[in-house]
């Protein structure tokens, strides 16, 4: 979200332990478009489906391997 969205630290409240996070990270963000693809919704809902996919194919995998 900070990298890609328009998160204003300043205006968002953190927990006591991240209040004081500094750094290369934070320091150089900066406004970014996200791409054209990336507001496709039907690129995200094939995505969506897909990863939905891959994880229950993994999930079985992982069952017949506990078994």
Do not use: F, H
């Amino acid at each position: 979200m900070q990298a890609r969205g328009k998160l204003d630290l300043a205006k968002t409240p953190t927990s006591p332990e991240a209040a004081s996070l500094k750094g290369e990270y934070i320091s150089k963000r900066r406004p970014v478009t996200p791409q054209k693809q990336a507001m496709d919704p039907k690129l995200a809902a094939d995505l969506w489906t897909s990863s939905e996919k891959l994880g229950a194919e993994a999930a079985a995998r992982a069952a017949r391997g506990n078994a």
